[in-house]
């Protein structure tokens, strides 16, 4: 496996996605991590990220100096290379002028350029830059600003670039990141084949004869979750909770699909528990706490009734865990709802099978699993479900209204072939009600937003540009069939500033 040694870059998970991608197994430790916990993981090579420190400054993060002692195949990005250059005797200066954006490579030789001819456009973002190269370092790759865009050592194993090979606006970094991992010998075994037989061992060792719970949401990462548990054959209990906060069809969709593949499924409808809890509620996060509330509950139910259990099962993802590691704690915008909160005198061992996959491992192994593919491909729902695209009090005949509204959207967009070129669509009632005409009437309707945006990890996001063609027939069809919504409006804010939901 390789390393990467995180200083705090924004691509830093990209890194080890790309490597993934390439089918290298990879893990992400902070920065200065102890030379014990290196050698921990028994990496082949090791990655500096990036990071947004100068290297002179007081107090810049570096690794374990111990670390460079190993002999270990090494390459730097941008601060890691920069570190490299610092600690092995070259010299780092603030650069006369920073260089951010596209940049052509003039030149480039060397084993980490192998296979690759022509123009290279590199991405950089940088205003440091190595003025001295460490002793028994050469240059390997220059641009028009800067003439140490690449190092190479003279061993042949240790390599430092300034430019991101990791970002799409790198199109021959995978190129490059691959000539790395050939390089340090690192095995290329990381598929879903594996990743499915090694992850079904766990579950079997783990569990034993013992009993599993877990709450499906319909969601990818959930339903493959139990997926594995029924191949695993493993004793497990999936329970979804239809909180009647669903879209139109959402829950005989999850509950066909699942038990046609095994999975031992108890459907709670509690539908009119969580109106009633709902009533009267406007502001959003009041909203989802009883959401919350009222979800623990009716699972800790389940769980009493039906247990004991020892597990309790969760789709916990790589990201998750990196962040709760410490990575620099995003300021808490919403509370996000799951299975926390848990009465105490329900207590389960936790079992996470996808702590260290990413989301699109997650997808691989539904494939795999042969979960269909509109609940493997579907976006993202939140846990509070539809009752936070309703602004304001959540009643049936809201939920009613949506319900019709966001179908349409959504099956147009299936229909033009545009759900797969976005990465969430979702259509939002406001409160808000509008003059319109109906034949001769005056009509006073609800204004319904469209919403469909384009992002890699939902943190940013940008606005769909979808075909003005379509909107048009999809702001026909939803006036025309649903008569309670009298005007459509498409929501062109990116986030930031705006959120993905409107609450
Ligand atoms: P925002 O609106 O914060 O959303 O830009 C980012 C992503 O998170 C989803 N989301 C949630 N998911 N419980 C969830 O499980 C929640 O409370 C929640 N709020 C937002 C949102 O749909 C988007 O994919």
């Not at 199109?171 to 992850?199: C, Y």
């Not at 079992?351 to 691989?364: A, I």
Request: proline share 6%; aromatic share 8%.
């Amino acid at each position: 496996m390789v390393l990467v040694l995180d200083f705090g870059s924004q691509y830093t998970r990209l890194i080890a996605r790309r490597l993934r991608e390439l089918r290298a197994f990879s893990l992400i430790l902070p920065g200065d991590a102890p030379l014990e916990e290196v050698l921990r993981h028994n990496p082949k090579a090791l990655i500096l990220s990036g990071g947004p420190r100068s290297v002179f400054e007081p107090n810049a993060p570096r690794p374990d100096p111990r670390v460079f002692a190993l002999g270990l195949p090494v390459l730097g990005i941008c601060y890691g290379m920069q570190l490299l250059a610092q600690e092995l005797g070259g010299r780092v200066e603030r650069a006369g002028r920073a260089e951010y954006g596209k940049a052509l490579l003039t030149r480039y030789q060397g084993p980490l350029f192998r296979g690759i001819e022509g123009e290279v456009q590199v991405w950089m973002s940088h205003a440091d830059a190595v003025t001295e190269l460490p002793p028994g370092w050469r240059v390997s790759a220059s641009t028009e600003e800067n003439p140490v865009a690449a190092m190479e050592a003279e061993d042949g194993k240790a390599f430092g670039v300034q430019f991101h090979p990791e970002v799409a606006h790198t199109p021959k970094g995978m190129q490059i990141l691959e000539n790395f991992l050939e390089i340090a010998h690192v095995p290329r075994d990381w598929t879903p084949e594996h990743i499915l037989e090694s992850l079904l061992k766990e579950v079997r060792d783990r569990v034993g004869k013992d009993r599993v719970l877990l709450a499906v949401s319909g969601g990818v990462d959930s339903s493959t979750l139990a997926l594995l548990l029924a191949r695993a054959g493993v004793d497990h209990l999936a329970v979804f909770v239809d909180h009647g906060l669903l879209r139109l069809g959402e829950r005989e969709e999850v509950e066909g699909a699942l038990k046609a593949l095994g999975v031992n499924l108890r459907v709670v409808d509690a539908k009119e528990r969580f109106l009633k809890a709902l009533k009267g509620v406007e502001d959003p996060e009041e909203k989802r706490k009883v959401i919350g509330r009222a979800f623990v509950e009716v699972f800790s139910q389940v769980a009493r009734e039906e247990g004991p259990f020892r597990f309790l099962a969760q789709g916990t993802l790589y990201p998750d865990v990196i962040e709760s590691a410490g990575e620099k704690g995003a300021a808490k915008i919403k509370s996000h709802h799951n299975v926390g909160g848990l009465p105490e005198d329900l207590s389960f061992e936790l079992l996470e099978p996808f702590r260290l996959l990413f989301k699109d491992e997650v997808r691989e192994l539904a494939l795999l699993l042969g979960l269909p593919d509109p609940l493997r491909l579907r976006h993202p729902f939140p846990g509070p479900g539809l009752a936070v695209r309703i602004l304001g009090e959540v009643t049936e005949e809201r939920l009613e209204v949506l319900r019709r509204a966001d179908d349409i959207f959504v099956s147009l967009l299936k229909e033009w072939g545009l759900y797969e070129k976005v990465a969430q669509a979702l259509a939002v009632l406001t409160p808000v009600r509008s003059v319109g005409v109906a034949g001769d009437e005056r009509k006073y309707g609800y204004v319904l937003a469209l919403r469909a945006v384009t992002t890699e990890d939902f943190m940013t996001a940008d606005w769909a540009r979808l075909p003005l063609e379509f909107l048009d027939e999809v702001a026909r069809r939803i006036t025309r069939r649903v008569p309670e919504v009298g005007r459509v409006v498409y929501d062109i804010t990116s986030k930031p500033p705006a959120t993905i939901e409107w609450e």
